[in-house]
């Protein structure tokens, strides 16, 4: 159990209007900030990608399904993987309730990832998910979007979230901010080695997928990349963290202790 004070209520609500005015400062400067995020330039999207779906080979533009805008997450799912990236798939757990929203107010939303289409519906079956998920196997998309990476680039340092990274190390690769690492924990396994472990792959090809999320404008016909945002820029789509974020022990972590929603035992 974590130290924590104790009081009256009246104590409590002095100090509550006192943390009031700074949940009130930060969520202004959130509006800020999605407001700068809306000022970005459009940057035309070039390449002509073709994504298997459930519906056949469908271009970028036809994944709007009718809509102006488009956001995608990027899934860490590879082609070796045997299952899709445990803590993707605790964030995917929040989507089947918000896409209909998205599409009831021009905002079309897919998953996309890297395996075979036949993988990933497979995994969508088992996790009872209805969200649209797309295959970028046989396009080049996860690599232009810095999400996928191959052995070449890895062992001669990339770039991911806007910054390179330098030739592969475990430590490296997780100190990117593409996990937030610990190292040791649980029988000398690192986070890197159990989450690979969960997705049935060795820990570099793991580093090969890392997570993001892109939106793109469609307009006159042509196709606009608008926003990308990768690494802890995704924690704002973590849906049981800001929960956990107002619980009364906060996130109380150490090491990995999500699973997918199938694996937990049933209380």
Request: with cysteine; hydrophobic share 35%; glycine share 8%.
């Amino acid at each position: 159990m974590v130290e924590h004070n104790t009081g009256t209520r009246e104590e409590w609500l002095s100090a509550r209007l006192k943390l009031l005015e700074g949940e009130k400062e930060l969520t202004r400067r959130s509006d800020e900030l999605a407001q700068e995020r809306r000022q970005l330039p459009w940057v035309k999207v070039e390449k002509r990608y073709q994504f298997d779906t459930e519906k056949g080979r469908e271009s970028l533009a036809d994944l709007f399904r009718g809509r102006s805008q488009l956001m995608v997450y990027h899934f860490m799912f590879g082609p070796d993987f045997k299952a899709g990236c445990p803590t993707c798939s605790s964030i995917a757990d929040g989507f089947n309730g918000v896409t209909v929203h998205l599409a009831n107010h021009d905002v079309m939303f897919w998953a996309i990832s890297k395996a075979p289409l036949e993988k990933l519906l497979a995994y969508e079956r088992r996790m009872q998910w209805t969200f649209p998920w797309a295959s970028a196997a046989n396009t080049d998309f996860n690599s232009d979007y810095a999400v996928s990476f191959t052995e070449a680039q890895q062992h001669n340092g990339l770039d991911y979230n806007f910054k390179h990274e330098p030739p592969y190390s475990p430590q490296a690769a997780a100190q990117s901010g593409s996990l937030q690492w610990r190292q040791g924990e649980e029988a000398g396994e690192g986070v890197e080695q159990i989450l690979a472990n969960m997705s049935g792959v060795d820990v570099p090809a793991y580093h090969r997928e890392r997570p993001g999320i892109s939106a793109f404008a469609f307009e006159d016909g042509i196709v606009y990349h608008t926003y990308s945002s990768y690494a802890r820029g995704v924690d704002s789509i973590w849906a049981m963290y800001p929960w956990f974020d107002r619980a009364p022990l906060g996130r109380n972590e150490s090491g990995v202790w999500w699973k997918r929603h199938d694996e937990y035992d049933k209380r």
